[in-house]
């Protein structure tokens, strides 16, 4: 079983408080069948220091120190009513908290992209879904993407997808 966290994003004025669920990002990478067929998530951050390879696992099982930073902003924009969000794609987007976020706050539609198919399937759906039942009324489109980015620009090109609000973070 995986445990959901919550994080809470603070205004800098402290007016208010947005709150994002998610799941811990330690059971997502014990239960991890595989990254790359051969290798477990365990397997590769014993064997190497770090669960980083690149072209095979870009590190999108941990919530990264800049992610954070973002939501800090991106709440600070929606507390001064500078921004709103309506097609958002979120890039490289692991834990997927950032198009989360956006789709609390009104997106109309949120493109989910990461390269691993197992951090969607990992902790990208898990987390959107733990917070749709938070927010019963969320009426926000989602299309989930793995694989590099040229994968992703065509599908978004075929379909003729444009945004308002791309995101990205330690990508």
């Known amino acids: 079983n995986l445990r959901v966290e919550t994080l809470e994003i603070p205004s800098s004025n402290g007016?208010?408080?947005?709150?994002?669920?998610?799941?811990?990002?330690?059971?997502?990478?014990?239960?991890?069948?595989?990254?790359?067929?051969?290798?477990?998530?365990?397997?590769?951050?014993?064997?190497?220091?770090?669960?980083?390879?690149?072209?095979?696992?870009?590190?999108?099982?941990?919530?990264?120190?800049?992610?954070?930073?973002l939501?800090?902003?991106?709440?600070?924009?929606?507390?001064?009513?500078?921004?709103?969000?309506?097609?958002?794609?979120?890039?490289?987007?692991?834990?997927?908290?950032?198009?989360i976020f956006t789709a609390i706050k009104g997106a109309e539609s949120v493109v989910f992209q990461d390269y691993n198919e197992a951090v969607i399937q990992g902790v990208t759906i898990p987390n959107y879904l733990a917070n749709t039942e938070r927010h019963p009324t969320l009426k926000c489109q989602t299309k989930f993407i793995s694989g590099p980015w040229e994968t992703m620009c065509n599908s978004v090109v075929d379909e003729k997808?444009?945004?308002?609000?791309?995101?990205?973070s330690e990508t």
């Open 15 to 69: 007016s208010s408080c947005d709150k994002i669920r998610y799941v811990n990002q330690l059971d997502v990478t014990k239960s991890s069948q595989s990254i790359d067929d051969d290798q477990t998530s365990n397997d590769v951050s014993n064997e190497t220091g770090t669960d980083l390879i690149a072209g095979v696992y870009e590190g999108g099982f941990k919530i990264w120190e800049c992610s954070y930073d």
């Open 71 to 99: 939501l800090t902003y991106l709440q600070e924009l929606v507390a001064t009513n500078d921004s709103t969000f309506s097609h958002v794609l979120d890039l490289g987007c692991g834990a997927g908290l950032l198009g």
């Open 161 to 168: 997808e444009q945004f308002d609000l791309i995101l990205t």
